[in-house]
């Protein structure tokens, strides 16, 4: 298991925030866990095979999300930057945030 406290800030407070991660997530996984605005578990098929849970603690008018992956099965989990970046590249498509 790996995590990052903190991993990366949405410019967002947790409710938006939330939303846009669960859009993401319809694009590289799967939900498995919500309980909004402040935890996510998603099983991850993009950068590769993976557990991840989402931590989003407000801060300043903008959210903090902390990263933990795990692996699924037997194989090993993606580097955790690379499942960071993964999320911070599809937080920065257009049409994420309304």
């Given at each position: 298991m790996q995590q990052?406290?903190?991993s990366f800030v949405i410019d967002e407070l947790p409710?938006?925030?939330f939303e846009a991660l669960l859009i993401v997530t319809s694009w590289i996984g799967e939900v498995l866990v919500d309980d909004p605005p402040y935890v996510l578990?998603?099983?991850l098929h993009?950068?590769?095979e993976c557990w991840c849970r989402l931590?989003?603690?407000p801060d300043a008018g903008a959210s903090t999300v902390s990263l933990t992956v795990a692996a699924v099965g037997d194989d090993p989990a993606p580097l955790l930057d690379d499942v960071r970046?993964?999320?911070v590249?599809?937080?920065n498509q257009p049409g994420v945030f309304g």
């Amino acid at each position: 298991m790996q995590q990052d406290v903190p991993s990366f800030v949405i410019d967002e407070l947790p409710v938006a925030a939330f939303e846009a991660l669960l859009i993401v997530t319809s694009w590289i996984g799967e939900v498995l866990v919500d309980d909004p605005p402040y935890v996510l578990e998603v099983h991850l098929h993009e950068p590769g095979e993976c557990w991840c849970r989402l931590d989003l603690v407000p801060d300043a008018g903008a959210s903090t999300v902390s990263l933990t992956v795990a692996a699924v099965g037997d194989d090993p989990a993606p580097l955790l930057d690379d499942v960071r970046d993964t999320w911070v590249h599809h937080l920065n498509q257009p049409g994420v945030f309304g």
